[in-house]
């Protein structure tokens, strides 16, 4: 059986940390009418069941897809809103527990999974600077061969759909996005990180499938994050 991915087709996707306010003026409607492909939900620190819903209500009304990122089992919310839950597995992660442990406790702890609303993004986590890289101690001292090999492997031998290159926080190594896209090819390579202009977004758009766009928003707002869009789609 075949399913649709709809992220097939998106260039652009905005991530919205619950945890982050956003700037004077913007509103989370303003944000869902920038274009973007897609929103998720999520952030590493300070993520809570009710700053979650806060943020899915206030998209919920706009036409945009919301799916939700959760960065451990107890923030999943059960929310209608949703077009579904994105689960990262952090493939280069110091514990097992950020690949599959959360994911196994998550599932023994639900006993009734909405699967069909549930896909896995397959995490390289490159900058060690980063919340997301302390809190799952991630190995980030990779070389552009390294992230490859860990690309191929998640899309060949794990079946992974998205991998996920992730510099939250820092724009990447153009070269190691090269890396990374010439080795996947049925899997839709994401890259999030740093993307903060125009120029930022073209030139890591050449290479990714998808880009991501997260502090841009709560740091500087609609137009900022609407060059990125347009970016996206020129690429
Ligand atoms: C099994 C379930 C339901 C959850 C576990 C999912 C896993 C493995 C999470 C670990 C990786 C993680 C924290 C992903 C969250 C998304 C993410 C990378 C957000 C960006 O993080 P930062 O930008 O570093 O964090 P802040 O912006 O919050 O500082
Ligand atoms: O916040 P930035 O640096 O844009 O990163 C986007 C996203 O990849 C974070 O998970
Ligand atoms: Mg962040």
Same mark, same amino acid.
């Given at each position: 059986?075949?399913?649709?991915?709809?992220?097939?087709?998106?260039?652009h996707i905005l991530k919205i940390d619950p945890d982050k306010e956003l700037?004077?003026?913007?509103?989370?409607?303003?944000?869902?009418?920038?274009?973007?492909?897609?929103?998720?939900?999520?952030? /590493?620190?300070?993520?809570?069941?009710? &700053?979650? @819903? =806060?943020? !899915?209500?206030?998209?919920? +009304?706009? *036409?945009?897809? %919301?799916?939700?990122?959760?960065?451990?089992?107890?923030?999943?919310?059960?929310?209608?809103?949703?077009?579904?839950?994105?689960?990262?597995?952090?493939?280069?992660?110091?514990?097992?527990?950020?690949?599959?442990?959360?994911?196994?406790?998550?599932?023994?702890?639900?006993?009734?999974?909405?699967?069909?609303?549930?896909? /896995?993004?397959?995490?390289?986590?490159? &900058?060690? @600077? =980063?919340? !997301?890289?302390?809190?799952? +101690?991630? *190995?980030?001292? %990779?070389?552009?061969?390294?992230?490859?090999?860990?690309?191929?492997?998640?899309?060949?031998?794990?079946?992974?759909?998205?991998?996920?290159?992730?510099?939250?926080?820092?724009?990447?190594?153009?070269?190691?996005?090269?890396?990374?896209?010439?080795?996947?090819?049925?899997?839709?390579?994401?890259?999030?990180?740093?993307?903060?202009?125009?120029?930022?977004?073209?030139?890591?758009?050449?290479?990714?499938?998808?880009?991501?766009?997260? *502090?841009?928003?709560?740091?500087?707002?609609?137009?900022?994050?609407?060059?990125?869009?347009?970016?996206?789609?020129?690429?």
């Amino acid at each position: 059986m075949t399913t649709a991915c709809p992220w097939d087709d998106w260039n652009h996707i905005l991530k919205i940390d619950p945890d982050k306010e956003l700037p004077e003026g913007v509103t989370y409607g303003d944000l869902c009418a920038t274009g973007t492909d897609a929103i998720e939900v999520g952030g /590493t620190m300070g993520i809570t069941e009710e &700053n979650m @819903e =806060a943020v !899915v209500e206030a998209c919920a +009304e706009h *036409d945009v897809p %919301l799916y939700q990122e959760p960065s451990n089992p107890e923030v999943v919310i059960d929310n209608r809103a949703l077009e579904g839950y994105l689960i990262p597995t952090v493939f280069n992660a110091g514990s097992p527990f950020w690949i599959t442990g959360a994911h196994k406790e998550w599932v023994r702890l639900d006993g009734d999974m909405d699967w069909d609303r549930t896909w /896995t993004e397959a995490y390289i986590v490159m &900058n060690p @600077e =980063a919340d !997301v890289a302390t809190y799952t +101690e991630a *190995d980030c001292d %990779l070389d552009a061969e390294d992230v490859a090999a860990y690309a191929e492997v998640a899309e060949r031998m794990f079946g992974q759909e998205i991998v996920y290159l992730e510099y939250s926080g820092m724009l990447g190594d153009e070269a190691i996005v090269q890396a990374a896209s010439e080795a996947t090819e049925e899997s839709t390579l994401f890259y999030g990180g740093g993307i903060h202009d125009y120029d930022s977004a073209a030139k890591m758009a050449t290479h990714a499938d998808v880009i991501v766009v997260g *502090d841009l928003a709560h740091d500087e707002g609609v137009e900022a994050v609407r060059e990125t869009v347009e970016a996206a789609r020129d690429a």
